[in-house]
């Protein structure tokens, strides 16, 4: 079964300042995703950034980026240049496509402070 | 905005009643799927539908009764619930489950619906 991990049950940040969140997962499958969903207070999952296993290139959204690191199974979000509006919880997730079935790791609350 | 929509977004039922909680997408896509959010649990998949047929009930209690009549619409049909089932319920969908696409297996959620049950 897959399973997916986070380490880090809350983190903090200065405005302005990088964050890197981590994320590490189980599975003996070689073609899925991997997903960073954001949920703020009003508890919509939004969707921050978005990694293919199968491509080697770390995955970029403007101020988000990955470190996508498949033989250790390891999926880390950095966040620069850190906003007020990026505090939330944030959940790494897993995907193998066959089956549609998201696997959510327990999250992590970030703090920005100003 | 999002392109799912959940409704209502709070709801307080008894343990007697019979209520529904609806998702819409006006996304195009073909897969929808319902999850449970409880405090200090992580999300847990419940239901998912791939061109309006079931493909996954996670050992779901039949209290919980999905019903998908076309591609746009999935319902969460709810009786006899327990207090234990007080969660946010989220609804997602996606453009299909399975296959190489660009974009189509990225999952989409709506803004959830809170469900308190007294």
């Known amino acids: 079964a897959q399973t997916v991990t986070q380490s880090q049950p809350e983190m903090s940040v200065q405005e302005a300042e990088t964050v890197t969140l981590s994320c590490t997962y189980d599975t003996s499958e070689s073609d899925y995703y991997l997903f960073w969903y954001k949920q703020p207070p009003s508890r919509q999952m939004i969707l921050v950034i978005r990694q293919e296993a199968y491509k080697q290139q770390n995955a970029t959204e403007n101020r988000f980026s990955v470190n996508f690191q498949k033989a250790a199974k390891s999926f880390s979000l950095k966040i620069s240049d850190s906003q007020l509006g990026d505090a939330a919880m944030y959940f790494c997730?897993?995907?193998?496509?066959?089956?549609?079935?998201?696997?959510f790791g327990q999250g992590t609350i970030l703090t920005v402070h100003p | 905005e999002t392109g799912v929509t959940q409704t209502p977004r709070h709801l307080v039922m008894g343990m007697t009643n019979k209520k529904s909680l609806k998702c819409e997408q006006h996304l195009g896509h073909n897969a929808m799927y319902w999850y449970k959010q409880s405090a200090k649990k992580p999300l847990e998949l419940m239901f998912v539908y791939n061109f309006k047929e079931q493909t996954e009930n996670n050992s779901v209690p039949s209290r919980f009764s999905p019903e998908c009549p076309n591609s746009s619409h999935l319902f969460l049909h709810l009786h006899t619930l327990q207090p234990e089932d007080s969660a946010l319920y989220l609804c997602?969908?996606?453009?299909?489950?399975?296959?190489?696409?660009?974009?189509?297996?990225?999952?989409?959620f709506g803004e959830g619906s809170w469900l308190t049950v007294v």
């Open positions: 997730a897993y995907l193998f496509s066959s089956y549609g079935k998201l696997t």
């Open positions: 997602a969908s996606s453009q299909a489950i399975g296959g190489r696409q660009t974009s189509g297996n990225t999952i989409y």
